[in-house]
């Protein structure tokens, strides 16, 4: 089955312009949560999302939204990019009743501001 | 608050040897889920295997074992027969589920070279 599938891998951005980044889930899994990750902060939650409701959010200004629509797709906006957002932003998909393996990951999108 | 230790930055094992990855936990819930996940250089994080807090067994899965010490909070990956390709990151994480909401945090990795 085709897994998770992030678009797009790379991405150059200005500083101050606002980009979406895309998450397409395992086909029936309804849990997609996003991740950043920087050589700084390693690997540190976003949000997560289940049946197009945010459930969870982690510790990030408010420029960082998200929605899911009701296909299960994702997606992340970051608005007002500083040069602090350079980072891969990982996306995981997991279905709702499983706790253990089901969490699957994408290739990351990989965003460089300038 | 739950927290993760990955207290080796960096490791390397000589090829065909085994070699083992640290990984320490932190969380005050009954029920959470353990897992290890490699990162190669392209980015993607790869599932490698999951232990679960109720299962008796540790975790195998193929030359991967996972070394599950429930007291000490322990859960160290073993990896046998070192390959080169074994060569990445390799990330400790924990998922916490609840029926409001399902979180995994990682901890800050390992690199671990494979030296032929």
């Known amino acids: 089955k085709a897994g998770v599938t992030q678009t797009p891998r790379y991405l150059i951005k200005t500083r101050g312009q606002q980009v979406t980044l895309s998450c397409s889930p395992i086909s029936g899994h309804r849990s997609v949560s996003w991740y950043q990750q920087t050589p700084g902060q390693g690997l540190q939650f976003l949000f997560e999302y289940f049946s197009e409701t945010q459930r969870n959010k982690g510790n990030f200004p408010g420029r960082f939204s998200g929605r899911q629509f009701s296909n299960s797709r994702s997606e992340m906006n970051v608005s007002t990019l500083e040069l602090g957002d350079s980072a891969l932003y990982l996306c995981?998909?997991?279905?709702?009743?499983?706790?253990?393996?089901?969490?699957?990951f994408g290739s990351g999108t990989r965003l460089t501001v300038v | 608050a739950q927290k993760i230790t990955q207290t080796q930055p960096g490791m390397f094992v000589q090829e065909k040897e085994a070699v083992t990855l640290d990984c320490t936990y932190d969380?005050?819930?009954?029920?959470?889920?353990l897992f290890w996940y490699k990162q190669p250089s392209s980015g993607e994080m790869i599932f490698l295997i999951y232990?679960?807090?109720?299962?008796?067994q540790n975790a195998t899965e193929g030359r991967y074992s996972l070394n599950f010490q429930k007291a000490r909070k322990s859960a160290n990956l073993v990896i046998s027969a070192s390959q080169l390709g074994d060569s990445a990151m390799y990330f400790c994480?924990?998922?916490?589920?609840?029926?409001?909401?399902?979180?995994?945090?990682f901890g800050p990795g390992t690199s671990l070279s494979v030296i032929p």
């Open positions: 232990q679960g807090s109720y299962d008796e």
């Open positions: 995981a998909s997991s279905l709702e009743r499983s706790q253990g393996w089901g969490y699957t």
């Open positions: 994480a924990m998922r916490e589920k609840t029926t409001s909401y399902d979180k995994v945090i």
């Open positions: 969380t005050s819930d009954q029920s959470y889920g």
